[in-house]
C-alpha cells in the first residue's frame, strides 16, 4: 500500500486518543464496543497516508498494516512522565 486516504478521529473522551480509519470504510470496521469506550469521535483531520511521510506519534508501517488488517488503528497517548505523577501523589513525608 503506497498511499492510502486516511480520516484521523479524536476521542471526545480521552485526550490525546485518535483513531485513524480508511476513508472509503469509514467507521463500519470499528468495534460497537470500541466506539462506546472512544465516545462519538470527532473528525481531526483527513490526510494521505504515504511510506515517505512522518506521522508525529505513530509509525507508518504499523498504522498501514493495522487498516489493511482490521479496518482501523487506535493511537493511545503517550504514557505520563514520572515527575508529573509526583504532582498528584499525596505526600507521606515531610521534607524541607
Do not use: N, W
Not at 478521529?9 to 480508511?22: F, G, H, N, Q
Amino acid at each position: 500500500m503506497m498511499m492510502q486516504l486516511t480520516e484521523i478521529y479524536a476521542s471526545p473522551r480521552r485526550d490525546e486518543l485518535y483513531l485513524y480509519v480508511d476513508k472509503k470504510r469509514g467507521l463500519s470496521c470499528v468495534p460497537a464496543d470500541l466506539l462506546a469506550q472512544f465516545g462519538t469521535p470527532r473528525k481531526a483531520l483527513t490526510l494521505v497516508l504515504e511510506k515517505h511521510k512522518k506521522l508525529a506519534r505513530a509509525d507508518y508501517e504499523e498504522v498501514s498494516q493495522q487498516l489493511k488488517l482490521k479496518g482501523y488503528y487506535l493511537q493511545l497517548p503517550p504514557p505520563k512522565e514520572a515527575y508529573l505523577l509526583d504532582l498528584y501523589r499525596a505526600p507521606t513525608e515531610a521534607r524541607y
